[in-house]
């Protein structure tokens, strides 16, 4: 038996009240602020509130809502700004966090799940295929493309029926936020998004076997598209695909060593990597089977399998 001190409980009651009236004001801050740095800084709030004292809320109140929803709405309000295009929040049917629709994209949704990482951070998804498009986190300042499984996202059904058209609308979305988070001194790492920065695409290995390069020369040949050496001293070869040509040369790096490289050439600057393996099987076919070498380089240490 315990004796019941109704001071005490009161005082507790008192502590609950105010912990609900710290969370509404949070809240109520995230819905308001227009400037990028001060709903960064909100949500990096919202992160940080304190899990012990957060626990009644998470077992009394029907509307408490965990990181992800929140990451979820801050990152709406980014992607809106940034594009001329909507973007809903959705909470599904007895679900706890938000689903993002792009209107670009009206057969796909996104949601953010954790990242596995001691660091923390978030992974945003694609819900069906549960395809990563990104990283983002907010206390360490960090906004990366996971250009691997995005490229595999872009062959999806949802994907293809939209449209190359709103391939380039989400890209350029991606962009535009990113350029935001860049301004709060975010680290940035979006290779072969941006249309206009398509030289250079640098590939996951240094060094690509023969036959790497042989079977692109088999798999352009059954679609009737030729690939060429490269002219002159240049290591490499390319393939036209009507007025852009997708060249892989072997270059020298800023260390001084050997480096293979994309170079996606399009006069009118309207084409990226990921346009072209949405639009070229064969080349998304080579490209898949061997990612692991050709794929494009990026921050692999945060994207965990």
Known sequence: MVDFDTQVYSERLKQDLTLFNRWQILIATLGDVDETADLLEVVEKILAFDIHESTMLRIANDYWFPSTHWVTVAFARLAETASLSNTETV??????????HFDEWPNAAFKFVPAPLASG????????????????????????LDTQQFAKLVQTEAVQLAGVQALAIFQKRLIAIAEQLASEQFSIDLPGLAAQHQRDLVMIERELPSVVLDSLFVTAAKQQFVLKRAQGQQIGVEIAVGEIAIRLTQVFNDSGHQQW????????????IFTLLQQLPFFYQWYIAHIDQ???????EVFVE
């Open 294 to 300: 050709v794929g494009l380089k990026d921050k692999r």
């Open 121 to 144: 951070g978030f992974y945003l998804e694609e819900t069906a295929q549960e395809l990563r498009v990104l990283y983002w986190d907010i206390v360490h300042k960090r906004f990366y």
């Open 91 to 100: 909470l599904p049917r007895g679900q706890k966090s938000a689903e993002l």
């Open 261 to 272: 490289v994309y170079a996606i050439v399009d006069d009118n600057q309207q084409v990226t």
